[in-house]
């Protein structure tokens, strides 16, 4: 479903930005917290109607950028420009529509009462909300959940209803941190269509996920927080491409974690352990005869094995092999 009916009022809730300008673009910028460096020479451009997926293990610095992009942390140095205006004018903030990690609803509230409660917090008149919900409601498939309390819906129903609060002053940029974080398949998929749906409009949309599955399936192009810097930009088919080649990942599911000894051993062969100790990879070449060498081998150990199976690397092999570091969030 594609969103072309804006609210009646949407040119005097938010001008256009002008044409050829990215949503978001960063350049070398620098935020510390007292001697802690925790973004260093940071570039990155978003343009609109792109979904990018922001990607990096805990700590890394997701979570500073995106309060740096909204104003709530300053910066040492560098710049943040909103569809071309720099961040830290208030004109250049009501660009950017925000859905935190956690839900952020009045519980007690119906779905209708949230979005115009946010929608006058947000700067709009109560005549700019009341012709904008149509547009919100519809982009989020809320309409028949309009009158229903918050209190009474599904995690995947409240994270529609945050989406449609952020995109009531119809931003350039938005966005989303964990928008999937405890719900089930279907919501999912459904809060997938909403993003595409959304990007289609022409809307940028940053992406903050540990979903690795997520960010492959939904991103243009995806970039790795690490020391400080987004590095390894680009899309995911051409970053496992250019990580990978065409190379297989073998992956061994055990029933029970392997011995010391077993595991210095399938360390040896060049297996990595995943963080539950249950899953061991490792990327081989792509031919028959070297996947069943292996198989075969691997069955005459004395791991308890529940399966093994063969893949194509995905998002998370690439970011392990960068990071080395957990893929749970």
């Not at 350049?27 to 001697?35: F, I, P, R």
């Not at 004018?89 to 949230?114: C, D, F, M, S, W």
């Not at 903050?208 to 192009?221: E, K, M, S």
């Amino acid at each position: 479903m594609l969103l072309t009916d804006p609210p009646k009022e949407a040119t005097a809730i938010q001008a256009p930005a002008a044409v050829g300008l990215p949503a978001l673009e960063i350049t070398q910028l620098a935020v510390q917290y007292g001697a802690h460096q925790v973004l260093s020479e940071l570039d990155l451009s978003i343009g609109g109607g792109e979904i990018f997926g922001l990607l990096g293990p805990n700590g890394a610095g997701k979570t500073t950028l995106i309060r740096a992009i909204c104003g709530r942390v300053k910066h040492a140095s560098g710049e943040i420009l909103i569809a071309g205006q720099p961040n830290r004018k208030r004109r250049a903030l009501r660009r950017i529509g925000l859905v935190p990690q956690e839900i952020a609803l009045y519980q007690h509230l119906t779905v209708r009462e949230n979005l115009m409660t946010f929608g006058r917090l947000s700067g709009l008149s109560a005549q700019q909300t009341t012709n904008a919900l149509p547009f919100a409601m519809k982009a989020t498939r809320l309409n028949k959940r309009a009158d229903d309390y918050v209190h009474t819906l599904s995690g995947g129903w409240k994270r529609r209803c945050n989406i449609a609060a952020a995109i009531l002053h119809r931003p350039t940029l938005l966005i989303l941190d964990e928008p999937t974080v405890g719900v089930d398949i279907d919501a999912r998929n459904a809060l997938h269509a909403v993003i595409r749906d959304l990007s289609r409009t022409g809307l940028a949309v940053l992406l903050a996920t540990h979903d690795l599955d997520q960010a492959q399936t939904l991103c243009g192009r995806v970039g790795f927080l690490r020391g400080g810097i987004v590095s390894n930009i680009g899309s995911p088919a051409h970053l496992l491409r250019e990580a990978f080649g065409t190379k297989s990942e073998l992956h061994v599911d055990l029933l029970e974690p392997a011995s010391p000894a077993t595991a210095v051993k399938m360390r040896r062969i060049g297996f990595d352990v995943h963080p539950n100790g249950m899953e061991w990879s490792m990327m081989i070449d792509a031919s028959a005869q070297r996947q069943i060498e292996l198989t075969n081998a691997l069955r005459q150990t004395n791991l308890h094995i529940k399966e093994i199976r063969f893949r194509e690397p995905g998002l998370d092999s690439l970011f392990l092999q960068l990071t080395g570091g957990s893929l749970s969030p």
